[in-house]
């Protein structure tokens, strides 16, 4: 039996007459950029989430980037995330000319050690972007009582968690702006790059969308320097169908995911710990164990393929080093990124072959 890290093509059979017949009408219409298509995915994103505004981008990365420039945020600022996620976040701070601050994880979820950010806030610093990884959300609460307090922006970057609730409340819609990415491999991929944008705030909404769209406020017009951040028609289509599909698919990956969780309660590897006010759409199942390497090994010889996300804190990226930081700096982070390993997941994998997985992690 061959066992997929993320079995696309399933989904993709499942869905398929639906999708190609969305795609056709794209072809057909010959509207490739905004039109209906996009217009549609935004009404029912926004209405997925509960929040008045969701606009379609090109990415996350494009996302994080808008709506960094949306709150007018750029050199002298400060921004802070984590050290142990994928580098958008850090990179589009950076990339405006603020500074990324880092603050080290929480050992169990994985994400911004909420306890630790007040320590690192100064008169520079314009907004908190929490990484939701792996699937679940940050401490939210504690995140935005923070950023209240010390009158200062709180963005989501909520690509792993999409489809997730956090005191019953939609991942995306807790926070000033919550960014999403639909990157095929994540809960809502679509089929090559895209992500959205989703706020309650009008002003904000108005400016991101002129941001992703050259600056451009009347045609041939610039209000602001702005980027091409738009999410294609194409994406859209394929994305209205699957998002029809998404919660029995998120419902699936809780089943898939809690299913993980009780095959490997006994086995010597740190399972997945899910906080008692949140859910899971588990976008990897990621667990610890001590020697990765022999893990790694063993599960490839049973054809079980395996990904590390992340193998390098972002502070010990060559990118990164003229922060300064050293070995040392954020040990959470650094100690979990030498022993974390992600599993086949996704709402296609069947139950024989998550006990074989399961078996060969037990196999000694
Ligand atoms: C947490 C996180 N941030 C950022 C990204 C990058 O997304 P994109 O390729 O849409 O920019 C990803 C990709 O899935 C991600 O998982």
Redesign the pocket.
């Known amino acids: 039996m061959k066992i997929d890290f993320i079995d696309l093509q399933t989904q993709y059979l499942k869905y398929k007459e639906e999708i190609d017949s969305e795609i056709s009408e794209v072809l057909n219409t010959a509207q490739f950029i905004g039109g209906e298509k996009l217009d549609e995915l935004e009404k029912n994103l926004a209405s997925f989430v509960g929040v008045r505004h969701a606009i379609g981008c090109g ?4 996302a994080l980037l808008a709506s960094l420039m949306a709150l007018n945020i750029g050199y002298g600022d400060e921004v802070i995330t984590t050290p142990f ?2 580098i ?2 850090t990179e589009a701070i950076a990339f405006l000319g603020a500074k990324p601050i880092f603050v080290d994880i929480d050992k169990d979820s994985y994400n911004i050690d909420a306890t630790k950010i007040e320590a690192v806030i100064s008169e520079r610093t314009k907004a908190i972007i929490p ?1 939701s ?1 792996f699937g679940q959300c940050a401490d939210m609460d504690a995140i935005n009582e923070i950023a209240k307090k010390h009158n200062i922006a709180v963005i989501e ?1 909520a ?2 968690s999409f489809g997730a609730t956090y005191n019953d409340k939609k991942s995306c819609g807790i926070s000033t702006i919550g960014c999403t ?3 095929p ?2 809960p809502l991929g679509a089929y090559g ?3 959205a944008i989703f706020t309650d705030d009008d002003d904000i909404a108005t400016k991101i969308r002129i941001v992703l769209n050259h600056g451009q406020n009347d045609k041939y017009r610039y209000k602001y320097i702005g980027i091409n951040g738009r999410l294609d028609a194409l994406q859209a289509a394929v994305l209205n169908v699957k998002l029809k599909h998404f919660t029995d698919e998120v419902n699936l990956r809780d089943d898939i995911g809690s299913r993980y969780s009780d095959l490997l309660e006994d086995a010597e590897v740190i399972i997945p710990k899910i906080a008692q006010n949140c859910t899971s759409v588990y ?1 990897h199942y990621s667990i610890r164990v001590k020697d990765r390497d022999a893990m790694v090994e063993k599960l490839k010889s049973k054809e079980i393929p395996t990904k590390i996300f992340y193998p390098l804190p972002i502070h010990l990226q060559e990118a990164f080093l003229y922060l300064g930081h050293k070995e040392g700096d954020f040990p959470i982070s650094e100690e979990v990124s030498t022993q974390i390993i992600s599993l086949p997941m996704c709402p296609y994998l069947t139950e024989p072959n998550q006990d074989f997985i399961a078996d060969a992690i037990k196999d000694n």
């Open positions: 990415s996350v990365t494009d996620a994928f958008s976040s990484v990884l970057d690509s792993q990415s639909f990157f491999a994540n790059d895209g992500g976008t």
